[in-house]
């Protein structure tokens, strides 16, 4: 069952949407609440934790967009709906992983609940799974294997995964979604924008107060708060 919230200052809007929803995913969509206001609807995302949200862009107060980045920390599908096609690109340019144009045509609410269908196997499975993890982007959400991953790095609403075979994944999700995720054995949490694997730290550099070079050589700073931990694993771990 996909849990499912919406938030549109529109109440035609949600009715409309409901009844899509309830006529052609009834058996596998749970509307759990609505809100016609963005504050009332984030206190409903904190109460409810729902699986997928639907989020009108050009509400009063907060748009739709300050809400996404409000909400960043849950672990939730969100998809904006709007009525106002320019609005796509932005809808895009943020955390969201798709949008919907307002009137609902039944092809794109397919392809966004398919979307959904994926994120909650995966969001409702023993993580890592098979020792890999869900890495969501724009366009779907990604199997990444854990040993792969060098570290990540925290970019505001996204985070880059810099991984093996100089390859670099860019996930609409938040540093604290993957240090929430990753094994606290392997990833460890350096500065505040970076999570390193310590399968791939080579050397611990004193200079600059701290720095690790990774096995592809680039160089991560080690927070004066992290340094004693990351001396103590270096010397009985590494």
């Not at 529109?10 to 504050?39: K, S």
């Not at 909650?120 to 294997?145: F, H, R, S, W």
């Not at 996204?158 to 990833?187: P, R």
């Not at 949490?189 to 050397?203: A, E, P, Q, W």
Request: charged share 25%.
């Amino acid at each position: 069952m996909i849990n499912a919230g919406i938030i549109d200052d529109e109440g035609h809007a949600i009715e409309t949407l409901i009844w899509d929803l309830r006529e052609n995913y009834g058996e596998e969509i749970q509307i759990l609440f609505t809100a016609t206001g963005p504050m009332e609807g984030i206190r409903m995302i904190r109460a409810n934790k729902p699986d997928l949200l639907f989020c009108d862009i050009d509400m009063p107060g907060i748009s739709g967009l300050e809400l996404a980045e409000l909400v960043s920390g849950e672990n939730i599908m969100l998809v904006f709906t709007t009525a106002h096609e320019e609005y796509a690109v932005k809808a895009v340019e943020t955390m969201a992983c798709g949008y919907i144009l307002k009137p609902v045509q039944p092809d794109d609410l397919d392809r966004i609940i398919e979307k959904a269908r994926n994120f909650v196997a995966l969001k409702y499975q023993e993580l890592p799974v098979k020792g890999k993890i869900p890495v969501p982007d724009n366009d779907g959400v990604e199997l990444v294997p854990c040993d792969e991953i060098i570290y990540c790095k925290s970019d505001g609403n996204y985070c880059m995964l810099k991984l093996t075979g100089n390859k670099n994944l860019t996930a609409s999700k938040t540093l604290k979604y993957f240090e929430e995720i990753l094994h606290s054995e392997q990833f460890v949490r350096v500065h505040k924008s970076y999570l390193v694997n310590i399968h791939h730290i080579r050397k611990f550099l004193k200079r600059d107060g701290g720095e690790l070079v990774m096995s592809n050589n680039d160089i991560i700073p080690v927070s004066r708060h992290s340094k004693p931990a990351i001396i103590r694993l270096i010397q009985n771990h590494l």
